[in-house]
C-alpha cells in the first residue's frame, strides 16, 4: 500500500534513507519499487526494476482505557469506568470536563462518533501524550444538568494509530451534583509577625498566632465570586475559652474581584490580655451560609480553632 514519505541522499551519493510522515500499518506487507528510469550521476540507468518486500509487525498490545476522572480548576474526580458503574458525588460539578486515559494515541478527528453522552451533549476535545499513554479532554460546550444521568459510551470500534480497536465498549454513567458547589481554595490567618494557611481544610487543631496589636487579618479566596453583602454575617470569629474574656467587633473587609479573594481585619480587645486565649474562625455553610452570585452555597461549614499568647 502507497506511503507518503521524504528521503535523503547519503554524502557519497550511494544511499537514500526514506522517512515515512505516518505510521505503517502492522502486520502489513509493503512493496517498495526502484525504478529502472533512476539514473546515477553519470547518467547510467540500473537497466532494470528492483523490488523489495517488508512486513511490519502486529502491535499485540490491547489497546484500552486506563482511566477516566472528571475535572475542573479545583478538583479531578475518579470516575468509576466498570461496566454500566453508578458515578453519583456532591464533588462531580456541573462544569466539569471529562478526562479519558487510553493506553495508546489515537486521532481524535470524529471521535465524537465513537465518544457519545446520553442525554446527548456537544462537545469539543482535545488530546496529550503524557506517560502513562494518551490525555483525552472532553469539555462540554454547556454545562450538564444538576441531577441528572449522563450515559457515557465509548465503543470499541474506537481504533489507535495502529488500527487496533478498544478492547472493549466502555459503558458507565455520570449524575453530576445539583449544585456547583462553593468551596474555599485557601484560608490564610495572619497577624504582624506570623501567618498559618489552613488550605481550607476544616480543622480541630489548636493554630498557634503570637498577636502584636489586637488586630488578626483573614485572606480567604473562593473557586467563585461570592455575593459579598449575604455572606458577610457567615464570617464568624467567636472566642472559645481560655484566659481572657474578649470583645471582638470587624476592622474592615475588601473583595478583590480579579482573584475572587475577601480579606477580613477582626479586632480583638483584651479586658485581662494576660495568658492563652482560644477562638475559632469560622465559615458557614449550608443553606444559611456562605453563598455565591448564581446561589450556589458552600456545602459544608469550615473552622479552624487558634490559640493567642498575650
Known amino acids: 500500500p502507497t506511503a507518503s514519505y521524504t528521503y535523503q541522499v547519503s ?29 546515477s550521476i553519470f ?28 475535572k475542573n480548576q479545583d478538583n479531578n474526580i475518579p470516575l468509576s469506568i466498570n461496566y454500566l458503574a453508578e ?21 481524535i478527528k470524529n471521535i465524537s462518533s465513537f465518544i457519545t453522552l446520553d442525554p446527548s451533549l456537544q462537545y469539543t476535545c482535545f488530546k496529550q501524550q503524557i506517560s502513562q499513554g494518551c490525555e483525552v479532554t472532553i469539555d462540554f460546550n454547556k454545562d450538564m444538568e444538576g441531577e441528572k444521568k449522563y450515559r457515557v459510551t465509548v465503543k470499541k470500534n474506537l481504533t489507535d494509530f495502529y488500527l487496533n480497536e478498544l478492547d472493549r465498549e466502555y459503558c ?15 484560608v490564610i490567618a495572619q497577624d504582624d509577625s506570623s501567618t498559618f494557611i489552613t488550605n481550607n481544610e476544616p480543622r480541630t487543631d489548636i493554630v498557634p498566632l503570637n498577636i502584636v496589636i489586637d488586630k488578626v487579618t483573614f485572606i480567604i479566596k473562593f473557586n467563585h465570586p461570592i455575593d459579598i453583602f449575604k ?39 483584651s479586658s485581662d490580655p494576660i495568658g492563652t486565649t482560644y477562638f475559632s474562625f469560622i465559615i458557614t455553610g449550608g443553606e444559611e451560609g456562605v453563598v455565591d452570585r448564581d446561589g450556589n452555597i458552600l456545602d459544608n461549614s469550615i473552622a479552624v480553632v487558634f490559640s493567642f499568647d498575650w
Open 11 to 39: 554524502t557519497d551519493m550511494k544511499s537514500i534513507n526514506l522517512s515515512f510522515y505516518e505510521d505503517l500499518r502492522p502486520s502489513t506487507v509493503y512493496q517498495i519499487t526502484l525504478k529502472k528510469e533512476i539514473l
Open 43 to 70: 547518467h547510467n540507468t540500473s537497466g532494470e526494476d528492483y523490488i523489495y518486500n517488508f512486513t511490519t509487525i502486529n502491535d499485540d498490545s490491547s489497546f484500552v482505557l486506563l482511566a477516566a476522572n472528571m
Open 87 to 107: 458515578n453519583h458525588s456532591i464533588n462531580i460539578e456541573k462544569d466539569m470536563s471529562l478526562i479519558l486515559l487510553f493506553s495508546h494515541d489515537l486521532p
Open 172 to 186: 458507565f454513567f455520570i449524575t453530576p451534583d445539583g449544585l456547583k458547589s462553593l468551596k474555599p481554595v485557601i
Open 231 to 269: 455572606s458577610l454575617n457567615y464570617f464568624q470569629f467567636v472566642y472559645s475559652g481560655g484566659y481572657a474574656v474578649t470583645d471582638i467587633s470587624y476592622d474592615s473587609y475588601s473583595w478583590d474581584e480579579s482573584t475572587n479573594t475577601l480579606t477580613l481585619v477582626i479586632n480583638i480587645n
